[in-house]
C-alpha cells in the first residue's frame, strides 16, 4: 500500500460535495464494522455508514458552509496503521485547525479504526 495514495483517497472523501461519489470512497476505505473515534470532542461513530453520514454532515455544515478546505501532509505507514497530519484552511489559506488522523488498517487496506485528534 503507498500511504500518500491512501491518504489522497481519503482527503476526497472529505472534500467532494458528491454524495455517490463519497459512498463509492467511503466503500472503498472504510471497512463495514469501522470505528471513528473523535477527541477531544469525545464522540465516536460506528459502522461505514454512520461514519461516512458524519463526514457528509460535517463537511456541509462546518467545512462548505464556511469556504474552508482540508489539507494534508505526508502520511506515515506502520504495519497495518497510518498516521495522517491534516489542517483545514481558511478561504484566504491560512490555518484554522489542525490535526492527526491514526488509522487502523485490516487486511484488505480498509480502516478499522480511525482517531481524530483535533488541535
Do not use: C
Given at each position: ?15 467532494t ?26 464522540v465516536s ?5 454512520d ?11 462546518q467545512?462548505a ?9 505526508d ?5 497495518n496503521a ?16 489542525s490535526?492527526?488522523?491514526?488509522f ?16
Amino acid at each position: 500500500m503507498n500511504a500518500n495514495e491512501f491518504a489522497q483517497t481519503y482527503l476526497s472523501v472529505w472534500k467532494t460535495t458528491d454524495d455517490g461519489e463519497r459512498s463509492v470512497l467511503a466503500k472503498k476505505l472504510f471497512a463495514e464494522d469501522a470505528v471513528h473515534h473523535i477527541s477531544p470532542a469525545g464522540v465516536s461513530f460506528t459502522g461505514r455508514e454512520d461514519v461516512e453520514a458524519n463526514i457528509a454532515r460535517v463537511h456541509k455544515e462546518q467545512i462548505a458552509a464556511h469556504g474552508l478546505q482540508f489539507r494534508v501532509g505526508d502520511a506515515v505507514l506502520n504495519g497495518n496503521a497510518v498516521q495522517l497530519p491534516w489542517e483545514i484552511a481558511g478561504p484566504a489559506g491560512d490555518t484554522v485547525k489542525s490535526g492527526t488522523d491514526f488509522f487502523v488498517l485490516d487486511e484488505d487496506d480498509r480502516i478499522t479504526a480511525l482517531y481524530m485528534f483535533q488541535g
